[in-house]
């Protein structure tokens, strides 16, 4: 079975990091673009960032010089760190897997930015 699990989303104030994890299994890693969304309550979800097998990066205009995609494919996993939070930054944080016709999600990660 194919899962996608995202962690490390929580309770933050402005101006804190996060790094959030996205852990794979069920699939043969390396050559999936890896992407990360978000989507706030009542809300479409976006677009964040993606990483490509051989670590090109594409980000959200918006989100560039906070926000970082990386991987690591020993471990499964794609990560987003998150630097100097902001509460417009609260929202669910979704991991996608995608490579020729397979398009996998994750179930999301909570994150909430507040005082």
């Known amino acids: 079975q194919v899962q996608l699990v995202e962690s490390g989303g929580g309770l933050v104030q402005p101006g804190g990091s996060l790094r959030l994890s996205c852990a794979a299994s069920g699939i043969f890693f390396s050559p999936y673009t890896m992407h990360w969304y978000c989507q706030a309550p009542g809300k479409q979800r976006e677009f964040i960032a993606s990483i490509t097998k051989n670590r090109n990066t594409n980000y959200q205009n918006s989100v560039k010089g906070r926000f970082t995609i990386s991987r690591d494919n020993a471990k499964n996993t794609v990560y987003l760190q998150i630097n100097n939070l902001k509460p417009e930054d609260t929202a669910v944080y979704y991991c996608?897997?995608?490579?020729?016709?397979?398009?996998?999600w994750g179930k999301g990660t909570q994150v909430t930015i507040s005082t």
């Open positions: 996608n897997g995608r490579y020729a016709a397979d398009d996998y």
